[in-house]
């Protein structure tokens, strides 16, 4: 099976699956001597693990993290980094109702054409748990960047938005809530619909906001490997992902040249940001900012049609323990494919110096 690698330089391969032994990556590329940080990335695998909160899924997962290789005496040795996750709480039986149904909007069906067999608990290789190895991928990633922050949070649930620029945000106070919105009263209010949301076995999306500070002038390259086309593979990766857009967005394309321009200051900075940070796919030194939709998760705790095997339409109400809403957890993910995405161009950038 292909496509199980990202990136260039600082490159990522995972397995696993979600009610296999464990999951675990190889990470080549990474530069030796540097000394890791092992309670950063216990902190960040915090983040994104099941059983956190109550708005979340209860499966419940200590996530430790086992590196085999590429670290000595705490430090970065310069060869291919290996590691596991080890699974210890799996319910495959609460999946028994789907192994000859597939699931709508979700990867069931297509995965059982395309390879001739699936692994229904979990959903196998299509679960989100396979995020877990990203996560510790782009904890190192960010401590390979210098200075350059990242902070993700949550920017809408359904109907409800944070109808604040990223400037006027408090970035400590993502962590002050389990949905992770850095405004209380807005945090509220999405928790609230979260809890309606999962009483009614229902699921519901929404948006995540990505902000990048301090990356220097010159990250990205030309024509196929522009900064924001990478940025955008590395969301659009993610499971339960339907669009990205940075800078002006969408919005941009409602818009006047005179309006959209970012006019010059003299040291080169510019007036205004609708660019995102990136022109020409480079990175310009001003803040690169980017928004991520996701889905409602597929599988909900209510009764719906589904399609088995034998290609009948049957009723099927789910089991098993699932996110109402991915947003709170999916927050670290994409910090750390941002984080991916900058260190493997940091790297392409030091061969040019």
């Known amino acids: ?161 944070l109808n604040k620029p990223y400037q006027d945000l408090d970035f400590s106070k993502i962590e002050s809530n389990p949905v992770r919105c850095p405004d209380t009263e807005t945090a509220i209010k999405m928790e609230e619909l979260i809890r309606k949301i999962k009483k009614e076995g229902d699921t519901i999306g929404g948006t995540i906001t990505c902000v990048l500070q301090n990356v220097p002038i010159g990250l990205g390259e030309p024509v196929f490997d522009k900064l924001h086309a990478d940025l955008g593979k590395a969301m659009l990766s993610i499971n339960a992902v339907k669009g990205f857009e940075y800078g002006s967005g969408f919005c941009g394309s409602q818009m006047k040249g005179s309006e959209h321009n970012d006019l010059y200051n003299s040291d080169g900075t510019t007036k205004t940001n609708l660019s995102g940070g990136i022109q020409g796919g480079i990175s310009n030194g001003m803040d690169i900012y980017f928004r991520v939709a996701f889905k409602p998760v597929a599988t909900l705790i209510q009764k719906q049609e589904v399609l088995d095997n034998q290609g009948n339409i049957v009723e099927l109400q789910g089991k098993g323990r699932h996110d109402p809403c991915v947003l709170p957890r999916a927050v670290p993910i994409v910090e750390a494919m941002a984080a991916i995405v900058l260190a493997d161009f940091y790297l392409l950038n030091k061969l040019y110096q």
């Not at 030796?32 to 499966?59: H, W, Y």
């Not at 395309?114 to 510790?136: F, L, N, Q």
């Not at 990633?141 to 359904?158: C, D, E, R, T, Y």
């Open 1 to 161: 099976m292909s496509g199980n690698t990202f990136g260039k330089l600082f490159k990522l391969t995972t397995f696993g699956e979600s009610h296999g032994e464990a999951l675990g990556g190889i990470i080549e590329g990474c530069p030796s001597g540097i000394e890791l940080d092992f309670n950063a990335i216990k902190l960040e695998m915090s983040r994104r693990k099941p059983g956190q909160s109550s708005i979340v899924t209860q499966r419940k997962e200590d996530d430790n993290v086992q590196f085999l290789s590429g670290v000595f005496e705490g430090k970065t040795t310069g060869t291919s980094i290996g590691f596991l996750i080890p699974n210890t709480n799996q319910k495959s039986q609460d999946y028994s109702d789907i192994k000859n149904t597939y699931r709508p909007s979700h990867a069931d069906f297509v995965y059982e054409k395309k390879y001739g067999i699936r692994d229904y608990r979990g959903g196998g290789r299509s679960s989100a748990r396979e995020t877990a190895s990203r996560v510790v991928a782009g904890a190192i990633a960010k401590q390979i960047l210098p200075n350059i922050k990242i902070n993700a949070f949550v920017s809408s649930v359904g109907d409800i938005y």
